[in-house]
């Protein structure tokens, strides 16, 4: 496990990294992984791009090092996806 938190509710957040990180995670799975634990440790109920940035450091095929900036669809994408959906989450009941 090689990922860390710092801040308010870090305990939270590196408690995720530890049950979800993985060796070798593709881009698309650490985005939503990242997404996952701001939904669950923002002190906000509706984490969107208005209040977030994202940005992404990675290696081309060509070996050279390359940075962009999500933009706000994406970003605001990923967090509505992150988000708990109807009926999950805490305080959700089982149907057992």
């Given amino acids: 496990w090689k990922a860390y ?13 530890r049950q979800d990180w993985k060796e070798g995670m593709k881009l698309q799975e650490a985005l939503e992984l990242t997404a996952k634990v701001l939904t669950k440790t923002m002190d906000t109920a509706n984490p969107n791009a208005e209040k977030l940035e994202f940005g992404i450091v990675e290696k081309t095929a060509s070996g050279k090092v390359a940075f962009r900036m999500l933009s706000d669809a994406e970003v605001n994408k990923l967090m509505a996806d992150a988000a708990p959906k109807e009926g999950e989450g805490e305080g959700a009941k089982s149907s057992d």
């Fill in 5 to 17: 938190a710092i801040g308010i509710n870090n305990n939270t957040a590196q408690q995720i990294m």
